[in-house]
Nanobody
């Protein structure tokens, strides 16, 4: 069982930056791929970014590529999402997710954290 707790959300102006953090419980953090998803009002949850257990490979949705950077610290059991050049379209609830690397489905989810970008 993995518990995920997000932090770092809030209100920011267009063009600003935020860094989300997701702290994970458990002693096998490095064996989990970690991801960030987001859900805007009235829309379905969508993939934003993910990172492999070792941190070697990173993946991004086209909508955030070049602006967001995912990273992880396997000593602190934490994954980060650095968000730069924020747009109003980035306003959403952001969710941290985890899956064992041998699985394709994301099975552990955080409670979500609000990010609001104001113009």
């Amino acid at each position: 069982q993995v518990q995920l707790v997000e932090s770092g959300g809030g209100l920011v102006q267009t063009g600003g930056s935020l860094r989300l953090s997701c702290a994970a419980s458990g002693r096998t953090f490095s064996s989990y791929a970690m991801g960030w998803f987001r859900q805007a009002p009235g829309k379905e949850r969508e993939f934003a970014s993910s990172i492999t257990g070792s941190g070697t490979s990173k993946f991004y949705a086209d909508s955030v590529k070049g602006r967001f950077t995912i990273s992880r610290d396997n000593v602190k059991n934490t994954v980060y999402l650095q968000m730069n050049s924020l747009k109003s379209a980035d306003t959403a609830v952001y969710y941290c997710a985890a899956r064992p690397e041998y699985r394709n489905d994301w099975i552990y989810w955080g409670q979500g954290i609000q990010v609001t970008v104001s113009s």
